[in-house]
């Protein structure tokens, strides 16, 4: 789940907006300013809903794929006999190891900036 850090976003009031759809516009002229005000914070707020969701789906694969993955990759180069370990197998499978690391750091990083943009589009329909 997205945790929420602070609250120290502040949306730029000249920003424009890409057109809303139809179905979110809003539909009375007399509340034009207030309906569309709402509508684009329904809009966040299902855009943050859509975030969630793929975060969760990041961390899904992070911890149940791929780490899982790499610890069966890291455990059977570790089950090698040393003279294996030193060949060439045994360098190609520290290297997929590796390359597997670095794979779960991007995602840790992607899942940290997921976060943070939640927090800013929170913060931003509190407003």
Known sequence: MIRILSNSFKPDPGRRYPELPDAVAGTSPEKEGITMNNARRKWLRSIVEKLETVHTNLETIKEEDLD??????????????CGI?????GCRMEEVISE????????EYAMDSLNEACEYLISATEQ
């Open 85 to 89: 370990q030193e060949s060439d197998r």
């Open 100 to 107: 597997m690391e670095d794979a779960l750091a991007s995602l």
């Open 68 to 81: 899982s993955l790499r610890d069966e990759e890291q455990e059977a180069y570790d089950n090698l006999p």
